[in-house]
């Protein structure tokens, strides 16, 4: 019996799979992903990480084909690919696919949004490239879960180029074998790696998957070939970055099971396993007998949770906004005394309000593996008073309680705001919700184009 | 005691080490092995793989800044730094760093010749940023080496971009912590697997690695930063690309041992086990008493050698110039029958030609691990005869044996003249061996312009 192509099979998937065949409930999941994309690269226009890249990045673009997200810009395909996708994921609060922790969208949706600048794409092509973009880019990061990460591979770098190739392949109606090759010279392009979160250049490879995942594409259509299995080959992408890979996961169910049901898109820009404390300490933040007290009445902050939660974000001495998104001490502190948690509350300034570090000290843990990672309880105790106490069983944002449609909105306005292009989002919104009845997506960039600063 | 920083001390002694203090046998070997890589890039300017990534890649270059090598056409520095480092490697003729295998001077010499053609830089300062950079990619090489490229890295890819990033870094004067950065910005952009080898889509990890290399080192020209130990970092390259990596060894001895001498160039388009097999048949090919019988009197040919040569080049069946490159029955039958050894022998068309079929099926390997991978012995047997036997006991273009000054010219000249660029060679030979007296490197790039067919 021969060993079946795995790669082939992908391949053939996303050659084939019609429009018609996709659920519902899928395609609607797609334009929420569409819709907390824009949000996020509306945030991060002006950041300074954008700023250095579009400078250099600006220096090698060929055209003014593509549209650079809030900034009155406009670079070629692949360079404008490059920057949107650094800028949706440049505070990490772009999408979450939960078995990965890969940030789906932010690699496959610039370049599709580019190459709509290009020629005239329909709504119904644009989001099926998109659904099985982020497909083949969670399902092979499943393969290699949770080894890859652990690691030290940047998930969505590795696997986002996958997602651009086969995002645009399928766009530009590559064959199966063309698509084969395109996922060869993605294999090739596959890097990132941990040690470089928290610095601008973890940017660099999460532009380069965006952008190099386009490059396969197109130099596929040119019949530039390459390996037979780049996955699953013994020295494919597969094994050489992950021990014991399951490559048949990569095709069970395809069509069947929808990874993009297993995204979820952040209400706080925070590492995950802070949302319910968030919840929790916003809730509190309006609690009549704590505003009673006052806040500097607190002795105690008790948060129990997962170990996970503490393994993770016991981090009492931060020193910049990047490191106060994983500091459970700090987002304590800044959303019970400002009663919000957005980015303006995660950044530099933030952590310079030297009002928050007393209540930050108050911070302790309890571990408590019986809870979740959606869960946690958080105590606060005040002298001579009743302890106060907010349980969260299943925050806002996770898997099993995701954001409404209205809150993505919200979301979209909240960022749209912070990220100051002066865009309005309002026609964006209502845009990305009838995407799927435009002949012409690349209408859509014309609102997100922003003005030079 | 605090841990000395691998990264820090690298990025030291390329921002720091004088010209005055490289020995004069380094900077000759330096010129040695540019003349070297301008053969082998002079050889492929119209081979099909380069034909197609020219195609894509030059839709997206933004300006004429620079050369691509032999095909009369200008691309932006980006674009020419890749094709040309594909071009140079697309035959793997190009040179061969002995301990760890990688091909040093394709990716770091292309960056630095088209950065040349865009600001005057003396023929020191070129040769100088080219000894450094192959100096950094060499000794990252070294420390992931063995395990690396047999997990499945193609190394020249993943280490090539350090050595361009260094190399230009150097050039455009980046200080310490910039090029600590630039090593952070390559790292993330490190890619390549050995499971693409044999097909065209190795050819994008080579140009992206010269490509990238560039990109990281402007890019912390605008002090974009990363982390503060790329390579030894807990998630960094080194522990991520390698089990029991030696990160020490890239800082010990710098400036007194040199990786460009550890070095060697090709004399055959094959796989460097080949080489005392192809010497040993091409003195055959002249032998009286073998040509007295002919060769279709042949009955057995026993390769007796290390037992790498069998394990590596015993492949009887090939259907394409590039398998033959690692075929023993291939090219003993050729080298046997042409008495010539050049890339036409090891092409298509020699592939196809079905009388060399026949003596490639005598052949029959003996291991015997006494033997160096240097040595082999030929036996050629013949019925009623007395045996033919020629032994090598160290072939030609091993560490040990380098090609002398003279042959790397006749390459030179060989390989131009396989490339059909209509390039002159005889004025390149020479401004290569006077380039540390030259005020103006780029002028040699008019030299290998060529022209468009």
Known sequence: MSTPSVSAELAKFVATFRWDDVPEHVRHESKRTLLNFFSVALSACFDPTIQKAAEVYGRFSSATQATVIGRGQRMDILAAAAINTMGANVFDF????????????????????????TEKISGQDFLLSLILGMEAECRIGNAVSPYHYARGWHITSTCGVFGSAMAIGRLIGLTQQQLVWALGSASAQASGLVETLGTMSKSISMGNAARNGIVSALLAQQNFDGPAKPLEGVRGFLNVTA?????????????????????????????????????????????????????????????????????????????????????AQHAVAVSLTRGRAGLAEFSDEAVGDLSLKGIGAKVCFVDDDAYSVDAAKVVVKIAGA??????????????????????????????????????????????????????????IMKLVAGAAK
């Open 386 to 443: 009743q302890p106060i106490e907010v349980m969260i069983d299943m925050a806002r944002g996770a898997v099993g309680r995701p954001l409404s449609d209205q809150e993505i909105e919200d979301k979209v306005r909240a960022l749209c705001a912070y990220g100051q292009s002066g865009i309005d989002p309002e026609p964006l919104i209502q845009a990305v919700w009838a995407l799927d009845q435009s002949n012409d997506v690349g209408q």
């Open 94 to 117: 772009d999408d979450t696919h939960f078995p990965t922790i890969i940030h789906p969208t932010s690699p496959v949706a610039p370049p599709l949004l580019a190459w709509s600048e």
């Open 243 to 327: 021990d014991n890979a399951d490559a048949q996961s990569i095709v069970t169910d395809l069509g069947k099971r929808w990874e993009v049901l297993n995204n979820a898109y952040k209400p706080y820009p925070c590492g995950v396993v802070l949302n319910p404390v968030i919840e929790a300490c916003l809730s509190l933040s309006a609690n009549p007998e704590l505003l009673r007290h006052g806040l500097n009445k607190i002795e105690r902050i008790e948060l129990t949770g997962h170990s996970l939660l503490r393994q993770r974000t016991d981090r009492p001495h931060i020193l910049t906004g990047r490191e106060s998104q994983v500091s």
